[in-house]
């Protein structure tokens, strides 16, 4: 049996571009802002940004994960068998709230949809190398929420070895997922750009309890063409809920959005040389999605059905004792198949942040003897091709490579207990690269991480 469970609890405050200028403002007030024209797509020559600044305060997560397997042998006629019994239980709980720095607006443009209050905007000039300062503005909560999101499976597997080399792989897995979220909203947003927020005299409280069951399946045969190389043909389902909490002062809940269904074929081939110290395996496969999640500007919505085929090519290498050597490599060609609702514009483009090339390669030498058994040393890189920011296409996150390396020991404590030290440091040239950070957002794009050193130490018994 595993057992987990996981806490977290923290506050933050960001900063978020939001929207070009179309023109200088005049100042920088609210009318002044929207007069210039905001600018959803991109920022302008002028070099005029807008930002706002937000909060999520006070989130507490929780996780607690339960699982238990249990697998036997038994014979049909003259076929053997292996049965696989998988149980697992996850409960997460989320308490989460939204504020915002917000300002009045003056009663005439309450008629032109602007609400009663505003975000508190700032505007700098990205081309000027000096900024106004930074400073952290007061924030209004707009709502909070409590979510439980329960989710229980069950899989059953079976092997049966037809021939010698001949394996048929069957299963079947039950899923179920609770979600009950109880939300209360206390500013809300009066227009689709969220820009103007009214005060409610009582705040609302809205109740959602939201159940999804679903059965997947999963077939394979593998063949041992010789005793170093083997050939398989797979096929697999599975079975994700969508859901969403309180997000910018709008509340989603999950029983608008459709579950996220998918399903694979896969045909690959395995070899293993040198007493497997040479491994390499290849697969190509064609992988379909239908219901999935994103977001522009904030606001979920759903992708139809997106199709990835691609390749993906491994081999491990292990010449010398104590050095290993891991490579791979995977080829990705998506689309946007189908858009749910009215619009079509994305149809035939590719999912946002998915790049065409990936690959990895990681490299570790472990003393095997004397009184350094138990050092070891690794250095890797990992490339990441270029990759659109939206599902629009209009524009691209360029490709970057990074470097990786680490040193550990173990320590022997007796009776099977050790101490793991491990130090190392991640981005080691600093490499400046751009992640995109699953909103498809042009504001939204995460910087990756600077060159950082890092120490852990592990405790095993």
Do not use: C
Not at 84 to 90: C, F, M
Not at 98 to 106: F, H
Not at 214 to 231: H, R
Request: no cysteine.
């Amino acid at each position: 049996m595993k057992f987990g469970y996981y806490e977290k609890k923290f506050d933050d405050y960001q900063t978020r571009p939001v929207s070009g200028l179309n023109a200088v403002p005049a100042g920088s007030d609210f009318l002044s802002v929207a007069l210039a024209g905001l600018n959803r797509s991109s920022v302008q020559a002028n070099g005029q940004l807008v930002r706002i600044s937000d909060t999520n305060p006070d989130v507490k997560e929780s996780d607690l994960f339960l699982s238990d397997s249990l697998s036997g042998d038994y014979q049909i006629g003259d076929i053997d068998n292996t049965l696989y019994l998988g149980a697992n239980y996850t409960r997460r709980k989320v308490k989460d709230a939204d504020g915002a720095a917000l300002t009045d607006t003056p009663a005439a443009l309450i008629a032109g949809g602007f609400g009663a209050y505003v975000y508190d905007l700032s505007v700098i000039d990205v081309n000027s190398s000096v900024q106004p300062a930074n400073q952290k503005l007061a924030q209004t909560l707009l709502n909070d929420s409590e979510e439980t999101i329960d989710e229980f499976g069950l899989s059953v597997q079976n092997l049966a070895y037809l021939t010698d080399r001949l394996n048929l792989l069957t299963g079947i897995r039950y899923d179920r997922f609770e979600i009950d979220e109880t939300s209360t909203t206390y500013y809300r947003a009066i227009n689709s750009g969220q820009q103007g927020f009214e005060k409610l005299a009582t705040p609302e409280v809205s109740k959602v309890s939201s159940k999804n069951d679903n059965i997947s399946t999963q077939a394979g045969l593998m063949y041992d063409i010789t005793d170093e190389v083997a050939v398989y043909a797979s096929y697999s389902e599975s079975f994700t809920p969508n859901y969403i909490g309180v997000t910018a002062g709008s509340t989603a809940s999950s029983a608008s959005l459709a579950p996220e269904d998918s399903s694979q074929i896969e045909l690959g081939i395995k070899t293993s040389f040198m007493d497997d110290k040479l491994r390499f395996t290849a697969a190509a496969y064609d992988l379909t999605r239908k219901n999935v999640l994103r977001y522009e500007n904030l606001v979920a919505y759903l992708n139809g059905e997106e199709q990835t085929r691609g390749v993906d090519i491994s081999s491990t290498m292990q010449f010398v004792s104590g050095l290993n050597v891991l490579a791979s490599y995977s080829y990705m060609d998506s689309e946007i198949v189908r858009v749910s609702g009215t619009s079509t514009a994305n149809e035939g483009n590719r999912p946002y942040s998915i790049p065409q090339h990936k690959a990895r390669i990681w490299g570790s030498y472990e003393v095997q003897g004397g009184d350094w058994a138990g050092l070891g040393f690794g250095l890797g890189m990992e490339h990441v091709g270029e990759r659109y920011g939206n599902d629009a296409n209009t524009y691209k996150l360029p490709s970057y490579t990074v470097y990786d390396t680490a040193t550990w020991y173990y320590i022997p404590l007796g009776n099977e207990q050790t101490l793991r030290l491990q130090a190392g440091i991640k981005n080691l040239t600093d490499k400046t690269h751009y992640l995109a950070n699953g909103s498809g957002d042009t504001y939204r794009i995460n910087v990756g991480g600077p060159r950082t050193f890092y120490m852990t130490a592990r405790y095993e018994f």
